[in-house]
């Protein structure tokens, strides 16, 4: 899927609680918040809807860096140099997303957060 497709495609909607999961295509839409745009993108756009790739590429070539914006926590995926988040919904550089207002933290969420935060909203979907 091309990222002027997903773009298209991508409705913001704000979630209750720190859900991470690849969002799904439902009525013709993607809704999600920056976590799920970040995800979404990593799935249909550059792992091209294949679940292997997208694990393989999370694991290897692509990161999801958590940074502050007027005090609110926000999630951006960078992949070879270059990040996307749901507010410039194109890629760019790191001092571009700065410019924005975006303070990166020391750290990115290291794979095996994505992996845990992933596993705790598909434990939290059961009991829905």
């Not at 999630?75 to 919904?89: E, S």
């Amino acid at each position: 899927m091309l990222l002027e497709t997903f773009n298209s495609l991508y409705e913001y909607r704000s979630e209750k609680g720190d859900q991470w999961r690849i969002p799904k295509i439902k009525d013709g839409k993607i809704l999600g918040d920056c976590e799920d745009y970040s995800l979404g993108v990593l799935y249909y756009v550059i792992a091209e809807k294949s679940l292997l790739r997208f694990w393989l590429i999370l694991l290897t070539k692509a990161k999801i860096h958590y940074v502050k914006n007027d005090g609110e926590g926000h999630a951006v995926l960078r992949y070879k140099g270059q990040y996307i988040d749901n507010w410039t919904k194109e890629w760019v550089s790191k001092k571009e997303m700065e410019a924005l207002g975006h303070k990166f933290h020391f750290c990115f969420y290291l794979t095996y957060q994505v992996i845990v935060k992933m596993l705790i909203t598909k434990v939290m979907d059961l009991f829905r």
